[in-house]
Nanobody, 121 residues
Framework: QVQLVESGGGLVQAGGSLRLSCAASRGTFSRFEMGWFRQAPGKEREFVAQ????????SYADSVKGRSTISRDNTKNTVLLQMNSLKPEDTAIYYC??????????????WGQGTQVTVSS
């Protein structure tokens, strides 16, 4: 069972920056596609960014594109989300997700417990 632990959230003023980190334990990290999602109060969980197993491909939600960068270090089993020019609408709980594909081609999703990001205006 893969365990994911997020950190780096907090309270920041609009225009500021935060770097979220997700550390994975158990499993082979370099086999996981990693992603960040967020959920604001009263809203559905939404996609933020993802990065391929070797870090060669990334994708972003339009809402964060140009302001955020996802990266990973497979030697440290960590994935980072650097967020700049933060806006109040970025306020949410941010979750890390790992996707592992098994030998039968099935995808297994693992989630962290989340870290709160609050952006004040």
């Amino acid at each position: 069972q893969v365990q994911l632990v997020e950190s780096g959230g907090g309270l920041v003023q609009a225009g500021g920056s935060l770097r979220l980190s997700c550390a994975a334990s158990r499993g082979t990290f370099s086999r996981f596609e990693m992603g960040w999602f967020r959920q604001a109060p009263g809203k559905e969980r939404e996609f933020v960014a993802q990065i391929s197993e070797r870090g060669t491909r990334t994708s972003y939600a339009d809402s964060v594109k140009g302001r955020s960068t996802i990266s990973r270090d497979n030697t440290k089993n960590t994935v980072l989300l650097q967020m700049n020019s933060l806006k109040p609408e970025d306020t949410a709980i941010y979750y890390c997700r790992a996707v592992e594909q098994d030998g039968l081609g099935r995808n297994w999703n693992y989630w962290g417990q989340g870290t709160q990001v609050t952006v004040s205006s």
